[in-house]
């Protein structure tokens, strides 16, 4: 699985990857595995993925996804 990280969408908290983790992982058919760490209570949201798509279009698919599964 290839690694692709949001780091342009900055610092997220604890709270809010979690239940990103927890509405997307595995979803879709390209079966994200969202990841993230802590840098001093700020969180990097990432994703992996064996999609063989260009990373620009996973990010996309990925916000796509988002955007209709997240309440």
Do not use: P
Not at 8 to 34: C, P, Q, R, S, W
């Amino acid at each position: 699985m290839k690694e692709y990280w949001f780091n342009e969408l900055g610092y997220f908290t604890k709270e809010t990857v979690e239940n990103i983790k927890k509405n997307l992982d595995g979803a879709t058919y390209m079966k994200f595995k969202v990841i993230y760490n802590n840098c001093c209570g700020n969180y990097r949201l990432g994703i992996c993925t064996d999609s063989e798509e260009s990373e620009q279009e996973i990010k996309n698919f990925f916000f796509a996804c988002a955007l209709t599964h997240l309440k």
